[in-house]
């Protein structure tokens, strides 16, 4: 027996010891989470139930020349509703006059938010969706309807905010403004956007919300932890009539003959500024819309509209003049041999004229002729011009030029007479155009700009003025020979379907063959159309440049068929629409007259000296004006001409002394 209790009381105490030893854990690990890790724990309490979400700040504007909006920020709210939050008594009495208010605004029926507030009230639903992308002028609607103008505690109301980009003018020169990475919509990378995305971009805000049921979460309050900072604006070179213009002129000639893709850049010629940059890609429907920016970021061999740059190099080394002659056979020359041939033959014609008709016979054997041992001369004009180096624009994805010299893996014998008519070297048509833009600029190459100024809140914060490249790319007397060339090409050369007698052009067409390197070419020829020039011819205004990819050659594939016409319309557009030169004929003959009358009064008056002159028969106004200049002051009485005069003409003149006239 006493054994037993013995054993009972071991076990005992076992026990109580380890529950004492258990008691003894628990209390060190309170006091060890409330004391030691207590921070720790208490930031994860807070973490779990409420948290401090980023408000994303408006972008900045973007805007065209003239102020017009290209690109916009714009909030959008959506409205939740908490049912649980809201009493008994407010419910009952306001849900009849909220879904009355919320159904006259939506057209739907007052019963259809009576039932969904209903249910949402008998499922605990604390996150209902009420209305989404709601513009400000809504959402104030919204916001005061019975039960919500309570506010979110009483009232239940759950506002979201949020920013959508807008472009005003929708996918006109949206490649060109930029827009958002569709499998990243916070991410801007092309166009405007992404070129001047850390001035645009602002600083985010902060909001707190509280975790709810099923893992949602709602705003603590109405307020903003930190407000966010809208971005600066930025106003650019682009002009909206002119875009509009080139995006039609495009897109007209772009479905007629079926073409790939296209593009379309015009310049100011003494500014460099960007008015218009069209991108227009087929779909697999036949559409077109702005797929790439294909003026600023496609290299492409530019074809006969670089012959230009090929003859300004020979002419201005003097190792040619326009009448140098040049024999282009029956059109076709061997070359090392390689056969480069013309669409006719033109015989032994002027280098002028070889430019003129576009012969790449010619070009190839004025370049040939007198580079060939010595390309690295040829050669030199092209990198002095900047044509081997990328333009340095800020708008991301600007393409690579590639022009070949001796050691290139492109170089051979042939390189040199194919490059003289714009095959075996890439450019974009951006940086053709720059090259264009200089010859109508008398010689001075300008870096073209797209950014005119950066503001905040309508106040400059940087601008950008025009950045010469080249100050004098050849001689006036270069320049005058090129440009009465390109005008002579409209006129009677390979561009002569686009001459008017309205407005004056120059330029020069170019057709270039492309993927002729892929089998089956001869079968399925593709080619790029091209025309690069400027109006009006005598005192450039504008340049630009149209590039044509893959036009059914069924239809035509010329560059002055495809092309051509897109840069005649745009020309005849801005010529019709906003005339280069403001003349306003005299529509008052008579006017003249009356001006010839006052001086001859005034005259007269001058000639008396002090004495007071006779205005019997004077216009009114002039009679008052010219007693007025002499120091009279005049008192007038009626309208017309004066037909009587308190003093007589011929008495001594007093500064300050009262005239009254009485007109008829």
């Not at 005061?144 to 020169?173: A, C, D, W």
């Not at 100011?268 to 600023?296: C, D, F, M, Q, W």
């Not at 593709?526 to 025309?531: D, E, G, R």
Request: with cysteine; proline share 4%; net charge positive.
């Amino acid at each position: 027996m006493p054994v037993t209790e013995k054993n009972i009381l071991n076990r005992f105490y076992f026990v109580a010891g380890g529950m004492f030893i258990f008691a003894g854990l628990i209390l060190f690990k309170l006091v060890s989470i409330q004391f030691v890790e207590g921070d720790k724990y208490r930031q994860l309490a807070h973490e779990n139930t409420t948290k401090n979400f980023t408000i994303a700040a408006n972008r900045g504007n973007v805007y065209a020349d003239d102020g017009s909006l290209l690109a916009t920020s714009v909030p959008k709210y959506d409205i939740r509703f908490d049912a649980v939050t809201v009493t008994s008594e407010d419910f009952k009495k306001n849900l009849v006059p909220l879904s009355e208010a919320l159904g006259k605004m939506f057209h739907k029926p007052a019963s259809y938010y009576q039932n969904v507030f209903r249910k949402a009230r008998s499922n605990k639903n604390r996150y209902l969706l009420v209305a989404k992308g709601l513009g400000y002028s809504d959402y104030i609607r919204v916001k005061s309807m019975p039960l919500f103008n309570k506010g979110p505690y009483r009232g239940g109301i759950i506002v979201e905010q949020k920013t959508v980009r807008e472009h005003p003018l929708g996918k006109i020169g949206e490649r060109l403004v930029g827009n958002q990475r569709r499998d990243n919509p916070g991410v801007y990378e092309v166009g405007f956007e992404g070129a001047f995305d850390d001035f645009l971009k602002g600083k985010n805000g902060r909001r707190l919300k509280q975790k709810i049921a099923q893992g949602q979460w709602k705003p603590v309050s109405d307020e903003n932890e930190i407000e966010p900072q809208d971005g600066f604006d930025i106003v650019t070179t682009i002009n909206v009539n002119i875009q509009d213009i080139a995006h039609h002129a495009l897109l007209k000639q772009m479905e007629y003959y079926e073409a790939d893709h296209g593009s379309v850049i015009v310049m100011e010629v003494k500014t460099g500024e960007i008015k218009a940059v069209s991108n227009l890609g087929r779909t697999s429907s036949g559409r077109y819309y702005e797929k790439l920016n294909y003026a600023v970021g496609e290299s492409h061999e530019p074809g006969s509209t670089f012959k230009v740059v090929a003859f300004t190099a020979a002419l201005e080394d003097k190792v040619i003049d326009t009448a140098t002659v040049v024999d282009t056979k029956l059109g076709s020359k061997a070359f090392y041999g390689r056969m480069i041939t013309d669409t006719k033959g033109h015989g032994k014609i002027s280098a002028a004229k070889a430019l003129e008709v576009s012969s790449n016979i010619g070009l190839a054997s004025l370049i040939d002729d007198h580079y060939a041992d010595k390309p690295e001369r040829f050669i030199k004009y092209l990198k002095d011009w900047h044509l081997n180096e990328k333009i340095g624009i800020p708008i991301e994805g600007e393409g690579i030029p590639s022009i070949p010299e001796p050691g290139h893996k492109l170089w051979s014998r042939n390189a040199l007479p194919s490059m003289a008519y714009g095959y075996n070297l890439e450019m974009t048509p951006l940086q053709t155009l720059s090259f264009y833009n200089a010859i109508a600029n008398n010689g001075v190459m300008v870096k073209p700009r797209f950014i005119k100024e950066i503001r905040k809140m309508n106040q400059e914060v940087e601008s950008f003025e025009t950045e010469v490249v080249n100050p004098k790319i050849c001689s006036d007397e270069t320049l005058a020979k090129v440009r009465d060339i390109l005008k002579n090409i409209v006129i009677r050369g390979t561009g002569q379907k686009l001459y008017s007698e309205n407005f004056s052009m120059a330029g020069k067409t170019g057709t270039a063959r492309t993927e002729y390197w892929l089998p089956g070419w001869e079968k399925d020829r593709k080619y790029i159309s091209s025309f690069a020039g400027y109006f009006p011819a005598e005192n450039p205004k504008y340049s630009c440049i149209v590039v044509i990819h893959k036009p059914s050659t069924k239809k035509g594939y010329y560059g002055a068929d495809v092309t051509g016409p897109v840069f005649k319309r745009i020309a005849q557009k801005i010529f019709t629409d906003s005339p280069l030169i403001d003349e306003v004929k005299d529509g008052n003959p008579e006017g003249k007259l009356i001006s010839e009358d006052f001086k001859a009064y005034y005259a007269k008056a001058q000639k008396g000296g002090n004495k007071i002159p006779n205005v019997v028969g004077m216009s009114g106004m002039d009679a008052i004006s010219l007693l007025e200049n002499m120091g009279l002051k005049v008192i007038s009485e009626g309208n017309g001409t004066v037909v009587k005069q308190s003093i007589a003409s011929g008495e001594t003149l007093k500064r300050g002394q009262k005239i009254t006239l009485k007109l008829s």
